[in-house]
């Protein structure tokens, strides 16, 4: 049976000044007013998750991806410009703990409670090759010494208990593959350093239970295919990995699995594509991207409700069948959004795409086993 997962981030409702006032305040001041604002808005996202039905939901994810991974490293100072390092990169001692993680475990029993069984979660940590690119300077080492404060982290936040565990750990890299990196390119050291980091992430991960997922947007290098503690495969709707026959070969050879994106994530680019299908005649990319900027404009005054915008369940389904019927369902456990809705214009927009993945999924086997079979 294929499940439904998502990738994290959501638009912000409310004082996000003392939301991440909060988050950095978590564990250590439980009486303080923004800890308690904090820990609400978690509990309420990830109940907001479950409730749009989706299976695994990654901990709401409100604040910067890289920023709150850099936060909780000691050696790392933030200067004009980018990071730089001070010393080895370590974990802080009070701050080994992802504060949402911290909300989850400690409020388990209500999340239980609320979704009548025992619930689980997927937990999302920037990677050593993203968290590199910010800084100033750079060798063949750095993503080393970021792969074992990252591995130290993954190592903190798995937790299994009666009422919920985790059962993803998704290590995320955008900005892998995306530009020409001497650091690792084929042959260097940096290369192989970069290899041995990811392996250490996701064997931590292993190490507790926990399944293991890279997160891409683009799957050009394919240093991926040799991490051999790497579970699941995810990157961005159109991305060749879910076209190309010699995936399926690949992933039969290394026994890995991929996580269908059935659900475009940008919200710029789906606006376009309305724009182009509902057009009558042909446009230039200037007069889109003013129709663009137009309806941000009708729908931030409330004149356009931005779920006109969101893909149908018959898309989300059509992707979904293509993947599965091309790698076989064996091979393809989850599906979800390709990245995470904070682009979105408003919170109940994102939750409604949520929505329509959950459904895609749950519909999926009763209507489409047939169709797979022909």
Known sequence: MIESCDSGSLPFVGDVEKFLEGATRFG??????????????????????????????????????????????????????????????????DKSHIPEVMVIEKNSQVIYEKKGEPFEVKVCVTGPYTLSSLFLYRDKKIFSRLGNTISQIVENNVFSEKHGKVRLVAVDEPVFGLQDD????????????????????????KSKNAQTLLHLHNTADELFWEIKSLDIIDSHVDDPLYQ???????????????????????????????????????????????????????????????????????????????????????????????????????????LECLRRVSNTVKTFPKQNSKRLEN
């Open 244 to 350: 190309m026959k010699r995936t399926k070969e690949r992933l039969e050879s290394t026994d890995k699995f991929l996580k269908a994106s059935i659900s475009i994530s940008d919200f710029d680019t789906l606006i376009k594509k309305r724009i182009i299908t509902t057009s009558r005649q042909k446009m230039t990319e200037l007069a889109i991207n003013e129709r663009i900027s137009q309806a941000w404009t009708d729908i931030t005054s409330r004149k356009t409700d931005p779920e006109i915008f969101l893909e149908n369940l018959d898309i989300m389904e059509k992707r979904l069948i293509e993947i599965v019927s091309r790698f076989d369902v064996e091979r393809v456990p989850y599906a979800g959004p390709e990245c995470g809705l904070k682009s979105f214009p408003t919170y109940e927009s994102a």
């Open 28 to 93: 250590l001041y439980s009486v303080d007013d923004s800890v308690k604002f904090f820990e609400k808005r978690v509990i309420e996202g990830f109940l907001d998750k479950v409730g749009a039905g989706i299976d695994i939901p990654n901990y709401p994810q409100f604040r910067d991806m890289n920023e709150m991974f850099l936060v909780m490293m000691d050696g790392i100072e933030k200067v004009k410009g980018g990071y730089t390092e001070t010393k080895i990169p370590s974990v802080k001692a």
């Open 182 to 205: 001497s650091l690792i390119d084929f042959g260097s050291e940096g290369r192989e350093n970069l290899q041995k980091a990811w392996e250490s992430i996701f064997h931590k991960a």
